[in-house]
T-cell receptor
Framework: DSGVTQTPKHLITATGQRVTLRCSPR?????VYWYQQSLDQGLQFLIQ???????AKGNILERFSAQQFPDLHSELNLSSLELGDSALYFC???????????????FGEGSRLTVL | EDQVTQSPEALRLQEGESSSLNCSYT??????LFWYRQDPGKGPEFLFT???AGEEKEKERLKATLTKKESFLHITAPKPEDSATYLC??????????????FGQGTTLQVKP
C-alpha cells in the first residue's frame, strides 16, 4: 500500500461528458502528480502541483484541468470527453513535508476511465 | 528532451532462467533513475533509485545497475510471482525544479513455472 488513495477506481461515461477524479496523497507529501496510461502511450506526465500551486505541465489537453486544495488532496477534471480519453489515470505523490526527499514517486491504484 | 527506451518489450522466461532488462536513457543531467514494477490494473510500485554511474542496488532476486547511458535490471532465478511489467524512469535537470519522472514503455516479463 503506497498510501496514495484514488477514487473512483472505475468510471464509465459517454462522449461529451465531464468527470472528476480525486486523489489523496501520502500523509505529509506536498507534491501531487497526474499521469495518464494508455496501451499505446505508456505513462504520460500530465501535471504537477506543489503545496497548492501548479509546478509543471506536461501533455495535458486544454479540456483537462486540475487543482490541489489546502488539505493537499487533488482533483483532475476531464471535460468534453472523447473515446481516446479512455485510459488509466494515476496520481502520485512525493516531497514529504518532513524528512528527506529521495525523488521517488508513490503511485495510487489508478482510476480506469472508459468513454463509450 | 529527456527520453527513456526499454528493451525488450516483452520477455518470457522459464522459472529459474536468469536474464536482464535494459533501459537506455538520454537526459540533460541525471538526478535519478528509477525502477518500478507494475502488476496488471495496478499502480507502479517503487523498486530502486540509482543516482550515479557504477551504483548498484539489490532486492531479493532483483539487481539494478547504472552506467552513464543505460541501466540494467538483472533478474536471478526468477519465480512466477516476478511476472509483471517493469518500468524505468528518469529525473533530469531538464525538469527544472519539478520532480516529474519520464517513463519508458516498460518490459513485460512472464515467468513460466
Amino acid at each position: 500500500d503506497s498510501g496514495v488513495t484514488q477514487t473512483p477506481k472505475h468510471l464509465i461515461t459517454a462522449t461529451g461528458q465531464r468527470v472528476t477524479l480525486r486523489c489523496s496523497p501520502r500523509s505529509g507529501d506536498l507534491s501531487v502528480y497526474w499521469y495518464q496510461q494508455s496501451l499505446d502511450q505508456g505513462l504520460q506526465f500530465l501535471i504537477q502541483y506543489y503545496n497548492g500551486e501548479e509546478r509543471a505541465k506536461g501533455n495535458i489537453l486544454e479540456r483537462f484541468s486540475a487543482q490541489q486544495f489546502p488539505d493537499l488532496h487533488s482533483e483532475l477534471n476531464l471535460s468534453s470527453l472523447e473515446l481516446g480519453d479512455s485510459a488509466l489515470y494515476f496520481c502520485a505523490s512525493s516531497v514529504p513535508r518532513q524528512g528527506a526527499d529521495t525523488g521517488e514517486l508513490f503511485f495510487g491504484e489508478g482510476s480506469r476511465l472508459t468513454v463509450l | 528532451e529527456d527520453q527513456v527506451t526499454q528493451s525488450p518489450e516483452a520477455l518470457r522466461l522459464q522459472e529459474g532462467e536468469s536474464s536482464s532488462l535494459n533501459c537506455s536513457y538520454t537526459v540533460s543531467g541525471l538526478r535519478g533513475l528509477f525502477w518500478y514494477r507494475q502488476d496488471p490494473g495496478k499502480g507502479p510500485e517503487f523498486l530502486f533509485t540509482l543516482y550515479s554511474a557504477g551504483e548498484e542496488k539489490e532486492k531479493e532476486r532483483l539487481k539494478a545497475t547504472l552506467t552513464k547511458k543505460e541501466s540494467f535490471l538483472h533478474i536471478t532465478a526468477p519465480k512466477p510471482e516476478d511476472s509483471a511489467t517493469y518500468l524505468c524512469a528518469v529525473h533530469g535537470h531538464g525538469s527544472g525544479n519539478t520532480g516529474k519522472l519520464i517513463f519508458g514503455q516498460g518490459t513485460t516479463l512472464q515467468v513460466k513455472p
